[in-house]
């Protein structure tokens, strides 16, 4: 997959223990050349110190590396976790040679205990030594924590007559709920996109697949989504005016939306994917709360998990959502079998029930009040999700 990452970046992952021995867990992404960048962050009130950092260096808009680490959110630390933060920033900025302003950071892992800095300064000179030493997937799974398989994927195109790559990955399998909760995702290209544009192309695409997926409810203090470009495809840069700004723009959406996908299916302890679409809403943010309000009822996600194809249990998800419709109108489907029509039953939970024992299910509910809609992913709620966070610290 060597020649899908796009030009000028290499990567350098090392062990460091910070939450216990055996993994490759700070990884360190660098750009040959300094790149434009563009960034999210969550919105939850209480930020980890690399996400106050981030979203005060992503104003410049440029950047040139980004340095993480797992197995600890440095979140909830105060005063010294913005300390660890920056001194981690300037062990890498010295030993690589860049300005401190060009190094971003992100952390994942546990909220509420400090970093283990006596374990991770050592290995951070060692990540800069061996920077090109590894490759964009070993760096994906050295940023995972509770998931299962790490998660990468490229786009080949072209812009203009000149070719070149996106690449993205992300981390994510609890705590996931809109706004992209403790989720990280570096998104690279080798294309020269303007600054505005990189900016308006990250926050369309995000707003459309990771802040409309849901595994639990819970909102993370890390969310952080980086994309870097380059340029150094040599193509004209990508402007609110190119022609090509459509093709760009759907290349960056389909691999968010996929690793989105991806995080949803590897949702802790999940056995399905959900994809819950709610059309024929007034609005789109109608269609969207009436989404999120399925997605995340645990009554509705227990009985995906069960084989159940209790659609009251989704009538009344969209009845408390808080929007106005006509339940006399609504039709419900499990994937293309309609179990509702008109807010009654149509006798087919029988069918439906065939259709629930997928690992990919489609529920539809078609509220027939407008013309918008919008889609939400989640997975179903097992025993196994109860286990693994009652455990995360132990």
């Not at 374990?119 to 070993?138: F, N």
């Not at 997975?379 to 966070?389: F, G, K, Q, T, W």
Request: aromatic share 4%.
């Amino acid at each position: 997959m060597k020649n899908m990452i796009p030009k000028g970046f290499i990567f350098s992952t090392v062990e460091a223990a910070v939450k216990k021995p055996g993994r490759q867990d700070i990884a360190l992404i660098v750009s040959a050349v300094e790149a434009d960048m563009a960034g999210t962050f969550t919105t939850n009130t209480v930020k980890a110190a690399p996400v106050k950092i981030c979203m005060k260096k992503i104003a410049s808009c440029t950047g040139q590396a980004i340095v993480v680490n797992s197995g600890n959110a440095n979140a909830c630390t105060g005063q010294q976790g913005m300390k660890d933060a920056r001194e981690m920033i300037r062990i890498v900025s010295k030993e690589t040679g860049l300005g401190q302003d060009l190094v971003y950071i992100a952390s994942t892992g546990v909220i509420g205990t400090p970093l283990p800095m006596e374990r991770i300064r050592q290995p951070l000179k060692t990540l800069a030594k061996e920077i090109g030493k590894a490759t964009l997937d070993e760096v994906a799974k050295a940023i995972m924590t509770t998931d299962t398989f790490p998660k990468v994927v490229h786009r080949r195109l072209k812009i203009g007559n000149v070719s070149g790559t996106v690449s993205g990955i992300c981390k994510g399998a609890g705590m996931i709920a809109p706004n992209m909760a403790t989720m990280l995702c570096f998104i690279l290209t080798d294309f020269a996109v303007g600054k505005k544009t990189l900016s308006a192309v990250l926050k369309s695409s995000v707003k459309r697949s990771f802040n409309r997926i849901t595994i639990d409810g819970d909102m993370s203090t890390n969310d952080t989504v980086l994309m870097m470009a380059n340029g150094l495809a040599g193509n004209d840069p990508v402007t609110a005016k190119s022609q090509d700004l459509v093709k760009f723009q759907k290349a960056v959406d389909e691999i968010t939306y996929e690793l989105a996908e991806l995080v949803v299916k590897d949702g802790e302890g999940a056995t399905k994917l959900v994809e819950v679409l709610v059309k024929g809403a007034r609005t789109e943010k109608d269609a969207e709360k009436a989404a999120f309000s399925v997605a995340n009822s645990c009554l509705v996600k227990t009985a995906v998990h069960g084989n159940d194809a209790n659609w009251g249990r989704i009538i009344c998800a969209v009845g408390y959502s808080g929007i106005s419709f006509k339940e006399e109108r609504a039709d419900i489907y499990f994937n293309k079998v309609k179990v509702v029509k008109d807010g009654l039953a149509n006798n087919k939970d029988k069918e439906a029930t065939e259709e629930l024992k997928a690992k990919k299910i489609r529920i539809t509910v078609d509220l027939k009040s407008g013309k918008a809609g919008a889609k939400v992913l989640t997975c179903d709620l097992s025993e196994a999700y109860v286990r693994i966070n009652a455990e995360y610290r132990t």
